[in-house]
């Protein structure tokens, strides 16, 4: 039996069930509930999340999570948005204008403070043939530019925003969620991909412009189904450079994964393990690139057998 999925709920039905009991939604191996009156927040998830599978029933979560509005005179006066976890806020208000990049950064935060069953890198994750890339990558790099071109064209998206790695094996396990594109990237894959269901464009956060695209239903479907790392990349957008893969020394790339890591510390010798497993098992390699097209010729050639 095919499971109800978000997008097969009507929308003001489901903006009643986040607005009441919450709405419970597995994302990857981790199951949401969520709760929230904003309209915005309503109106986008079920756009972005449409996917997903959902479970009105659900009477556990990993994460509870709610978006509310403050108290007070800020409920009127310059609203703001609060982020609540098991019924506790996490940060400092937010514009409530702005309550959907909060949810989505929020989730982001959730997973990389408590998800400690795997090593976490920030990087994004794509697979091919069984055989997953894991890009890791600083903001302003143009990995989610890339990573959200390649998932339109023929790899499975695991992740845009954190690789997670589960020790006892190495595999890469998916955690499919929206891609977060930033200023000149919205419009950019807008010409790209005009297929891509990109929800609003929310201006002035403090990351610029921002927009969120749906990941392919394929993607979301196949969550439940990790790969095995092959390649360790680094990527860096650079104006009118040609697409092009150095080799990158084990030693460097070992050292690079580790400072994009949220736990390999904490986990201890597991993340060592962990860490050097993946360094060894996979090609490092540095990628720079100029142009979309360009680039995933590259990569086309990259995953040739």
């Not at 599978?53 to 800020?74: H, K, M, T, Y």
């Not at 991909?193 to 609003?200: C, K, R, T, Y």
């Not at 360009?294 to 086309?300: H, I």
Request: charged share 25%.
């Amino acid at each position: 039996m095919c499971p109800v999925r978000v997008g097969d709920l009507a929308s003001d039905r489901f903006a009643a069930l986040l607005g009441s009991t919450g709405a419970g939604i597995r994302t990857g191996p981790f199951s949401l509930r969520l709760r929230s009156r904003y309209r915005s927040v309503a109106e986008t998830v079920h756009f972005l999340y449409a996917d997903f599978p959902v479970d009105e029933a659900a009477s556990f979560a990993d994460l509870q999570v709610e978006i509310r509005p403050a108290n007070g005179l800020r409920r009127w006066i310059r609203p703001q948005a609060l982020f609540h976890l098991d019924g506790e806020p996490l940060f400092e208000p937010y514009p409530g204008r702005l309550a959907v990049p909060l949810l989505e950064w929020g989730l982001n935060w959730c997973v990389a403070t408590l998800a400690h069953q795997y090593l976490m890198l920030h990087a994004a994750v794509l697979e091919r043939d069984g055989l997953a890339v894991v890009m890791p990558a600083k903001p302003g790099s143009g990995k989610s530019t890339l990573c959200a071109a390649l998932a339109h064209r023929g790899w499975r998206l695991l992740s845009d925003e954190m690789a997670l790695l589960r020790p006892e094996d190495g595999l890469a396990w998916p955690w499919p969620r929206p891609l977060g594109l930033k200023n000149g990237s919205i419009d950019l894959l807008r010409r790209f991909a005009p297929e891509a269901a990109i929800g609003p464009v929310w201006r002035d956060t403090k990351k610029g412009d921002v927009a969120h695209m749906r990941p392919p239903r394929e993607s979301v479907e196949r969550a439940a189904e990790p790969a095995h790392p092959a390649w360790l990349v680094f990527p860096r957008w650079r104006d009118g450079s040609a697409a092009r893969f150095d080799a990158t020394p084990k030693a460097d790339a070992m050292i690079r994964a580790a400072d994009n890591s949220m736990n390999y510390r904490g986990l201890g010798g597991a993340g060592f393990e962990t860490l050097a497993d993946l360094v060894d098992r996979c090609d490092c390699l540095d990628f720079e690139y100029g142009r979309l097209d360009d680039a995933l010729a590259a990569f086309e050639e990259l995953a040739r057998p």
